[in-house]
């Protein structure tokens, strides 16, 4: 068994498609058949169930697949400790990210990531199914580091560490019957027509359990899998209204933004494997990106 039928295995538990897993280790798809089949035969069972539309993985292949994650998590981890020893960072990082980044300059923190470590390949994740799905790969070892937008869950295994939180604003057009109060009930806005998020997602789950806790309900006419700059233009249209960060309302001066009267604060975490566990490439990044959320 090589390293590189393992990483195949790998590719291909992750994404469920045999074409989708060769593009994403760079091979043509008819050698990524070849290794797994190879590896079927070295095994002596057969780690997916080719039968049905979506490649999924039998019960000796689940079985596996925890293995090979920490059996390429050490081996990559070892290169990289020889690597840093002549001064240099090897490997891969594979990082969730989020719609929103807050406070934090993020793209700034990659960019210099990049450039001071160019022979790490950096891999970014934007999975539309929320911080749970974040969570399970951080578990499982298929994501190296995450940003998870109001977790709900706290997993044993990882280490949660707070980035930063926001308070959450009501923002309106400046014609909205509301937009001259200075606060703002969130029963006062449960007939609202909202533009919000898919109910899997961090910030929609967050205002949901907030009407909940004021007993209420949302109403979101409009859900938009979009980052806010969308969502903020559907405002300004006059299709509805919304929720917001600080951050991002300050990115719409034409809306108003109005406080609301029982604060709901949004938090973002810094997701990851033990630190005494990761690869000195995602400590580097880790390190950064701790650094980059206690300056802003």
């Known amino acids: ?16 498609s045999f074409t989708r897993a060769a593009r994403r280790v760079h091979v043509v798809q008819s050698a990524i058949s070849t290794s797994i089949a190879k590896l079927e035969r070295e095994l002596g069972v057969q780690l997916f169930d080719r039968s049905r539309q979506q490649i999924e993985l039998t019960v000796a292949g689940e079985r596996f697949l925890a293995q090979a994650h920490e059996l390429l998590r050490v081996a990559g981890s070892a290169a990289e400790s020889v690597a840093s020893s002549r001064g240099q960072l090897m490997g891969s990082v594979e990082f969730g990210s989020l719609i929103s980044y807050g406070p934090m300059n993020v793209a700034q923190v990659l960019g210099e990531f990049h450039r001071a470590h160019p022979f790490v390949r950096l891999r970014l994740q934007l999975n539309q199914s929320g911080a749970s799905a974040y969570l399970s790969a951080l578990v499982d070892g298929s994501l190296d580091l995450a940003l998870v937008s109001v977790p709900n869950r706290f997993p044993p295994q990882l280490e949660m560490r707070l ?80 929720f917001m960060p600080a951050s991002e309302c300050a990115e719409f001066d034409d809306l108003r933004a109005i406080e609301l009267s029982h604060t709901v604060r949004w938090q973002v975490y810094l997701a990851s494997q033990p630190m005494d566990r990761l690869t000195p490439a995602t400590a580097a990044l880790a390190d950064m990106l701790i650094q980059a959320a206690a300056s802003s």
């Open 1 to 16: 068994m090589e390293l590189r039928q393992v990483e195949h295995f790998v590719a291909v538990a992750i994404e469920r």
């Open 163 to 242: 980035m930063f939180e926001e308070p959450m604003f009501f923002v309106c057009r400046a014609d909205h019957p509301m937009a001259s109060e200075r606060t703002v009930g969130l029963i006062d806005l449960a007939a609202e027509d909202l533009i919000g998020f898919p109910p899997d997602w961090g910030f929609r789950s967050l205002m949901d359990n907030a009407f909940l806790a004021a007993g209420a309900q949302s109403r979101p006419v409009h859900v938009i899998p979009a980052g806010f700059s969308v969502v903020g233009e559907l405002v300004r249209q006059g299709l509805g209204t919304t």
